[in-house]
């Protein structure tokens, strides 16, 4: 089945501003928040088709940790902004490093909010 993406767009579009002009606001930041849920869906199907999404986690896991050790040399410890960066690629990658205490319980955060985010995310692992 091809797709007329063009199309699809064009007349969702329409369909769409027609629609808003007679909404309250309160309708429109629904529509709002649901179209950017939407974006998320869509960009989370587009990530899906590349090829780094075939890795099996437990591949991920171990560049993550590969990745952790070549920091662990530096003086400033591990480098924050990378984890935090690897966390908003995808939702998957998300939850993967969410879900792995030890890639948090090393932190190189210098402000106290980034350091009591990394020891809730550490869990139990040693520091």
Same mark, same amino acid.
């Given at each position: 089945?091809? $797709?007329?993406?063009?199309? &699809?767009?064009?007349? %969702?579009? =329409? ?6 002009? =007679? ?7 629904? $529509? ?26 437990? &591949? %991920? ?19 924050? @902004? ?14 993967? %490093? %969410? @879900? ?7 932190? @190189? ?5 980034? $350091? ?5 995310? =550490? ?5």
């Amino acid at each position: 089945m091809t $797709t007329d993406v063009p199309t &699809i767009l064009s007349t %969702l579009r =329409s369909e769409l501003f027609t629609a808003c002009r =007679s909404m309250s606001v309160q309708d429109l930041n629904l $529509t709002v928040s649901g179209l950017y849920e939407l974006l998320s869906e869509v960009k989370s199907l587009k990530n899906q088709g590349t090829l780094v999404h075939r890795l099996p986690n437990e &591949i %991920l896991r171990l560049i993550f940790k590969h990745l952790l050790h070549a920091y662990r040399g530096r003086k400033t410890g591990v480098d924050t @902004g990378t984890i935090l960066r690897l966390t908003h690629v995808c939702r998957r990658w998300r939850d993967l %490093l %969410l @879900g792995c205490p030890s890639f948090w319980a090393r932190t @190189g955060c210098f402000f106290a909010e980034g $350091t009591r985010t990394f020891l809730e995310r =550490s869990g139990s692992a040693p520091l």
